[in-house]
């Protein structure tokens, strides 16, 4: 079976209800989802995929993240994680969300694996992306903020 989602919370309920168990490809929007449905046969979704909060810019193609046009070095995961997070700033991302998202993986209860990773972005944004701040919201998830924090002149 093969179920195609737009949203994280589609992709997160599907596998909950399926344990894991089906395919999900996931589109960034529902224009992309319209071209799949209607070119049965030969999709070519061209849609770039990047996301400008701020003064941050992710780019999932490039695999890239610039935070005031300075390259950031990031881990893939922290990359993938971030991703998420400023795909909607200001959101709670829910356990279960990221770990089927970033993870791609049902969730089965163990917050671990994406407190950890949170704790490594925290540690590369510090440095790297002073305003960007991931934080915590109890016993739910995280959320990113981005705030216009000015750059040191050299």
Request: charged share 20%; aromatic share 6%.
């Amino acid at each position: 079976m093969l179920c195609v989602g737009t949203s994280a919370e589609q992709l997160a309920a599907v596998a909950e209800a399926t344990a894991g168990g089906v395919a999900v490809v996931y589109l960034p929007d529902d224009a992309a989802l319209r071209a799949v449905i209607e070119g049965v046969g030969s999709v070519a979704v061209s849609a770039h995929r990047v996301i400008e909060v701020g003064k941050l810019r992710l780019d999932a193609d490039l695999r890239e993240a610039t935070w005031h046009g300075e390259v950031m070095t990031l881990s893939s995961r922290d990359f993938d994680l971030l991703y998420a997070l400023a795909g909607d700033p200001g959101r709670v991302w829910a356990f279960s969300e990221l770990t089927t998202h970033v993870w791609g993986r049902p969730y089965v209860g163990d917050t671990q694996a994406v407190v950890s990773a949170v704790k490594r972005l925290r540690r590369s944004l510090r440095c790297a992306a002073p305003g960007v701040q991931v934080e915590s919201v109890r016993s739910v998830g995280y959320r990113v903020t981005v705030a216009e924090v000015p750059i040191p002149s050299h």
